[in-house]
């Protein structure tokens, strides 16, 4: 009985601090406007989108028809819903490779729906990562053509609504190392300004970033930026330290496990790496309790600790999640305040592969913005 009665103590104190935290934000933003508000109107710099992630009911419903439903009416529904234990996105990644995405067109209407939304939550930039293998191997639209339609879309979107974009090419490391060198041969046949750099993703335990090194110190020798997905589903540290001293990775995504090495937090700090978080995370969702979800959360250490990161949606459309309230679950979720927002919105600037002309712009438009509340 002492036991249950001392978790249910545990429970109401978690409670009380969520009910604080928000009272605090409350309080800090009502007469400045609401947090939706300030979080809405605020430029937004994102790195960390994967494109299928992105795709929208109507228009995956609208590919199940055409392919004569693959998917049940039911399964698609469910794609759309975020519980406390949400279906992972990975299966539904292959879906659209092997069986809906099956002209350029299809990822031209992607990329175009999508920057419409980041558009309308005002973001100014952002960098797309899309995995070529799948989609020229199982969905059988050669490179070229595929990067394309995505390069079109970004160039006609920036000419009609003014965000500007550019795409990553990630590794599908569940794939052989021999896919991911493939891969990078195949940018290297078809150069663009708009493809920046390469990344890598999909499950990570199993598939270490050491299996990929050679394809990512290529890539590096041809001038392409990098960044990685390490520390993710809580893989270890280690994953992070590795892509980030033998790989040299520009950028860290996700990297929650960081927290676990203080002398890795050390170095992040002294040579401030940014790392790309997601507050919708699916790993710590299924990982703890909802009562516990927020307090227990990796990122609400990793902003006590001052590392440099900063909030993305990583896949909007199957997290239920758009970047204003991205921004707002940093500080309704993990304590952060007003000026970590504006913290936050620099790490994203230092983060973003453009010239040091455009992110010293983008700062005086961020401290004009923060000014102004």
């Given at each position: ?102 002209f350029p067109q299809d990822l ?121 997905h390490a520390g993710e589903f ?34 992040f700090l002294e040579e401030q ?101």
């Amino acid at each position: 009985m002492a036991v249950l009665v001392g978790r249910g103590v545990r429970v109401k104190l978690i409670k009380c601090r969520i009910y604080l935290n928000r009272a605090l934000s409350f309080l800090m933003t009502r007469n400045k406007g609401s947090l939706y508000e300030i979080c809405h109107k605020l430029p937004k710099v994102e790195t960390h989108c994967h494109l299928y992630g992105t795709i929208c009911k109507e228009t995956i419903t609208y590919f199940n028809n055409r392919a004569g439903k693959p998917f049940t009416d039911e399964q698609i529904e469910r794609f759309y819903i975020r519980g406390t234990k949400p279906v992972g996105v990975l299966a539904i990644f292959r879906g659209l490779d092997s069986d809906l995405i099956k002209f350029p067109q299809d990822l031209y209407r992607i990329t175009k729906e999508h920057l419409a939304v980041a558009k309308s939550h005002n973001v100014i930039y952002i960098e797309l990562s899309w995995n070529p293998t799948g989609t020229v191997l199982e969905s059988k639209i050669p490179f070229a053509s595929a990067q394309k339609a995505i390069h079109d879309a970004m160039i006609d979107s920036e000419a009609e609504i003014g965000i500007m974009s550019r795409l990553i090419c990630a590794i599908d490391r569940q794939a052989e190392p021999e896919k991911a060198a493939q891969m990078l041969d195949w940018m290297l046949e078809s150069p663009s300004p708009m493809t920046i750099g390469i990344g890598i993703d999909y499950k990570e335990d199993g598939f270490p970033p050491q299996l990929f090194e050679d394809t990512f110190k290529r890539a590096k020798s041809k001038g392409y930026k990098i960044t990685a997905h390490a520390g993710e589903f809580g893989m270890p540290w280690n994953n992070i330290d590795y892509v980030a001293n033998i790989i040299h990775a520009d950028r860290i995504d996700h990297g929650y496990t960081i927290i676990d090495n203080r002398k890795l937090v050390d170095q992040f700090l002294e040579e401030q790496r940014p790392i790309s978080v997601v507050p919708t995370n699916s790993y710590y969702l299924r990982l703890f309790d909802p009562e516990e979800w927020a307090q227990k959360h990796p990122i609400r250490k990793m902003i006590k600790l001052g590392l440099n990161i900063y909030p993305n949606t990583d896949d909007p459309s199957f997290h239920c999640v758009e970047p204003t309230k991205a921004w707002m679950m940093m500080v309704e979720c993990f304590g952060a305040t007003i000026p970590d927002l504006k913290r936050f919105a620099y790490n994203a600037i230092d983060s973003a592969w453009v010239d040091k002309d455009l992110k010293s712009k983008w700062k005086q438009d961020c401290d004009k913005y923060f000014q102004s509340l």
